[in-house]
C-alpha cells in the first residue's frame, strides 16, 4: 500500500456499554489502525462514561470521548460526531454504530479498494449477523430514481465486490473531501433514514462500492430480512415511514414522488389482514397515519407517542 490510510471512525451509543467496548476494540485491533475513534454518547443512563474509564479507553489519544446532555437520537448523534470529525486531520471517515464489530482485515479491505479504485470515495464493506448470515438489507440499489424506489442487493451479487447506491452507516467509509459538497446529516430525523438519505447524497457526487470481503457483524436481535416472517411493533418505525417520505420528497427526480405519501398508507393497510399483524393492526395503522401526516406538515425530530416502551 503506497499511502497510508488516515481515517476517523465514529460510534453513537445509548446504554450498550458492554457492546460498545467491544466494538471499540475490534476498532482498536485493526491492521489497519484508525488514527481517531469519535465516541458520542447520547446521554447514557447505564454508567456508560464509567465503564469506559474502568476499561482504560478514556485514557487512549486516539478515542474522542463526547458525552450529550440529552438523547438526540441516532441521527443527531452522528451528525455532531460528523461535525467533531470533520475538524481531525484524517482523509476518510468511518460510520460505525456501538453494536458493530468490524472484522479482522476489514479495514485492509477497505483500503486496498481504495487504492484500486481512486475516483471512488466511498466504500462500503460486507455486513454479516451473529447466526453467519449476509444481511443484505444494508446494501441498496435504485431501480427507480423517480420515486426513489430501492431494492436490497442480492446474496449473489456477493461473489465479488459490486456498486451500489445507497447504504446505511453500519461499515461504510467516506472520504472527507467530498462531505463539504455532501451537507449534513439530517439531524431532525431522529432516528433511521438518516443514514440512507445521506448516502443518496453521497452517491451523487462519488461512485459507491461493497468491497465483500471487508466484513462487520452486527450484533442485533433483530434484521429487516426477518421483518415478514417474524413481525413485532416497534415504535421506531413511525420514524422510518415519515422519514423515508421526506427523503422521497427531496431526493426523487419524477412529480411521480409527490404519491408516495398515500401510496405508503394504501400499502399498509392492504397488508394488514397478513397473520403477522394479528392483534397490533390498530397500532400499525396509527403509526403509519401519524407518520404521514407529519411528513405532510414537516413535524420532524422526535414525537413524544413513539419512545422507548411505546408499543
Known sequence: MTKKF???NLIVTFNRKEKLVKAINFILDQDVAPKYIVVVDNNS???TNEYLQSEGLLANKKIKYFKLDENIG???GFEYALEQAKKLNVDWIAFGDDDAYYQPGFFHAIAQASQNNPD????????KLNDGRTDITHR???KDWGMLRYSHIPLSAYAEDFPIDMFTFVGSVVNKEILSKIGEINAKYFIWMDDLE???RVREQTNIINVVNAVVIHDTSSSAMDFKTDYKPDWRHYYGVRNKIDMCDKHGKSFRRKLYPIATWIKSVY???LPRFKGHRKYEVRQVTDAVRDAKHNHFGKNPKYL????
Open 74 to 76: 441516532g441521527s443527531g
Open 6 to 8: 488516515s481515517y476517523a
Open 271 to 273: 397488508v394488514l389482514p
Open 120 to 127: 471512488v470515495k466511498a466504500f462500503t464493506g460486507t455486513v
Open 198 to 200: 445521506f448516502s443518496v
Open 308 to 311: 422507548p416502551g411505546s408499543n
Open 45 to 47: 443512563s447505564d454508567g
Open 140 to 142: 441498496i440499489h435504485i
